[in-house]
């Protein structure tokens, strides 16, 4: 008998979840199972967990409790109608026994005109829908057209009707709004069915950056906001019977005995991927000690500032890449900011409850995203906390984060919301593992890492959705080359790992040299090092700067900045027209603070031969008319004393 959690009133009215084996939580921190957006609930408030037959809700020593029936409860056992209410919201416990109609909506298939019957055909399931989910379950549906069934979970997702949309605010769920930067050779590499979703209205990308050595066909690279990426990918997958939409994380355990019976596991929610994790025997230990520095794995903290800069997108170009504290990827001047943290400032990464009185880490642990509210105060929604250092307008960290929206050109008043990223990487071994052999009632699992499951990168050089992008294209072809209706085989995808290898190359070392930097003695530091040195009292000259007052050419930091910016424009100018003139570029230096300019100009320029230069080119792997030459085995006691190895060709399609 099967047993259901619906709720009644709140944002999570009319959803429901089937229990299991697993336990759910509710709390208002969002890694819960159930978001409550009420101030009135704890982090981790309850939780229900299966105790034999029965399933049983336990309070977890919240501070306004938790009520079955109006009657506060530290432990309950179940029962058919009981309503529980933590906060605002209420929930009712049904069984499927007593109520045969409620069911769990993101289980419900909705019949679907053509919906694909070979029972021949792949079975496909995909543990995250974000960007790169979406994208390879697009690519992978068009090019195994009707041979092909896809089931994708994500729990940042609700049923809306018939379709699943992506849940807001009131959900618990603050939409990622941040700009990226997506290169020629990845979004070429789509379908035109989903170059045409992303791409056919022009307002809602822009061509800030330049052409680079590996653009393809000439096209530059595009900025465009992953919220409306994800928005078109969804709708288009919603119109699509051959994939299936679960508004539910992907839960492996639940799953175990249905996996058997799929053909493919694909594994793309993220850089803490609790599915990957699951399966981490499979995959093998990532190492971290290759991004390492005298022994220390190397983590940069981030904080991103949403803003609006009025500054030309030449000029934000220019002023990003001529130095390494601070970061601006727009659309249109609007983005995100941001700002590498030295040690001591992402300790200062904190928020405060203004009820307890307690510190809180959510926008340090999740990430949390915390909005700008009337008074000035920076909210987070989920957990109503508030940004501790805009609260203390004189903190050391607050101060910092004005020099980097002095150095954009933005207005206090538009600083909107403030969130932070950790950002660390490791080295994974393989990212195709067989999860089941195929038996006479099963057909053999394999699982695929995609994506930041795959490999989280340093987002400073702008390539982790470019990254996640090319592995779901080299999945897809992959899978779309090899499936002819027979159990899978480790050597169906040589290509895709070699792909996904490459990738991990190339990224990670261009991201490597984003965190860390060797001067003219070769000695390497991280750069958040550099930064705080930077900014540390100078025994010669006393503070690290006061005021200048004289000529310009005492101001030797903004001298050295100016020269280095001169020298970038130089180079981008033919690439990216429009570029400030002298005047123009000293000007906007000299507002600046001194204590600002010398930070910027020691963090040092990005190093752009290795953020920019050649993409990993996926369709190397794929070409099926490229030959392999082999050496024809051959008996050496037949060969006259000249003659040389001889060879065959094949076509490795």
């Known amino acids: 008998m099967s047993s259901v959690i619906v709720g009644r009133t709140g944002p999570f009215s009319g959803q429901s979840v089937v229990l299991g084996a697993a336990s759910l939580r509710f709390g208002r921190k969002s890694d819960n199972d159930v978001i409550i ?71 419900l298939d909705i019949p679907r005109a053509a919906a694909p019957a070979d029972p021949a055909g792949l079975r496909v399931t995909v543990a995250g829908g974000g960007p790169v989910g979406l994208a390879f379950a697009l690519m992978l549906e068009n090019a195994l057209a009707g041979r092909v069934s896809i089931t994708v979970y994500e729990g940042r997702w609700t049923r809306t009707g018939s379709e699943v949309a992506w849940k807001d605010e009131t959900h618990g769920n603050v939409r990622r709004q941040q700009v990226v930067t997506v290169q ?59 994939i299936r939409l679960v508004p539910k994380r992907f839960d492996p355990s639940e799953h175990e005995s249905r996996l058997t019976q799929e053909h493919v596991l694909v594994i793309c929610e993220g850089g803490r991927s609790r599915t990957r994790e699951h399966y981490g025997d499979r995959f093998g230990a990532a190492d971290a000690s290759i991004y390492s520095l005298d022994g220390e794995h190397l983590q940069d903290v981030v904080l991103g500032l949403r803003v609006k800069s009025p500054l030309t997108d030449q000029m934000s170009v220019l002023l990003t890449v001529s130095q390494n504290r601070f970061l601006l990827n727009s659309l249109r001047g609007e983005g995100f900011l941001n700002m590498r943290l030295t040690r001591e400032e992402a300790k200062a990464v904190i928020g405060i409850d203004p009820v307890r009185q307690v510190f809180e880490e959510c926008i340090a642990a999740r990430p949390c995203v915390m909005s700008r ?52 990487m490791v080295q994974r071994p393989r990212f195709t593992a067989q999860l089941s052999r195929s038996t006479a009632t099963s057909p053999g699992t394999y699982g695929f890492l995609l994506g930041d499951a795959a490999n989280a990168i340093h987002f400073w050089p702008g390539r982790g959705l470019n990254s996640g992008l090319a592995s779901a294209v080299s999945l897809a072809r992959s899978l779309g080359q090899t499936w002819r209706g027979r159990p899978l085989r480790d050597a169906d995808f040589i290509r895709h790992e070699a792909a996904m290898s490459m990738l991990q190359y190339r990224h990670k070392s261009r991201a490597w040299n984003a965190m860390v930097a060797t001067d003219e003695t070769g000695v390497t530091r991280a750069i958040k090092d ?71 100009q020691e963090s040092g320029a990005w190093d752009t031969l290795i953020v920019g230069g050649e993409e990993v080119d996926i369709d190397l792997f794929y070409q099926s008319d490229a030959p392999v030459y082999v050496a024809r085995p051959t008996d050496p006691r037949t060969l006259g004393p000249d003659s040389g190895p001889q060879q065959t060709t094949f076509n490795p399609a």
Request: aromatic fraction near 6%; include cysteine; proline fraction near 6%.
């Open 37 to 107: 957006v009420s101030t009135r609930a704890s982090r981790l408030h309850a939780e229900i967990v299966a105790e034999g037959d029965a399933f049983v809700l336990h309070d977890h020593n919240s501070r306004n409790g938790t009520y079955v029936n109006d009657r506060r409860v530290t432990r309950h056992v179940l029962e058919h109608g009981d309503v529980i209410r933590i906060g605002d919201e209420t929930f009712a416990f049904e069984t499927q026994e007593a109520l045969e109609t409620v069911m769990d909506l993101s289980q």
């Open 184 to 242: 020629s050779r990845q979004y070429l590499a789509l379908t035109e069915e989903i170059q045409a979703a992303l791409f056919s209205d022009a307002a809602h990308f822009s061509e800030m950056w330049p052409v680079g050595p590996d653009s393809v066909g000439g096209r530059p690279p595009r900025n465009i906001r992953i919220a409306y990426v994800e928005d078109r990918l969804l709708d288009l997958a919603n119109s699509k019977a051959a």
């Open 373 to 424: 509210h009337e008074d000035n105060e920076f909210v987070c929604p989920t957990h109503g906390t508030l940004f501790l250092p805009a609260l203390l307008r004189g903190s050391p960290l607050w101060k910092r984060i004005q020099e980097g929206l002095r150095l954009f050109g933005v207005a206090e008043d538009d600083l909107s919301a403030i969130t932070s990223f950790r950002l660390d």
């Open 530 to 600: 550099i930064i705080a040195r930077s900014m540390e009292q100078d025994p010669v000259r006393g503070p690290a700067r006061v005021p200048a007052v004289g000529p310009e050419a005492e101001r030797p930091d903004l001298e050295a900045l100016f020269e280095r910016m001169r020298a970038i424009r130089e180079r981008l100018a033919p690439r990216l027209p429009g570029m400030p003139a002298d005047r123009e570029l000293r000007d906007h230096l000299a507002t600046l603070a001194p204590t600002t300019l010398r930070t910027l």
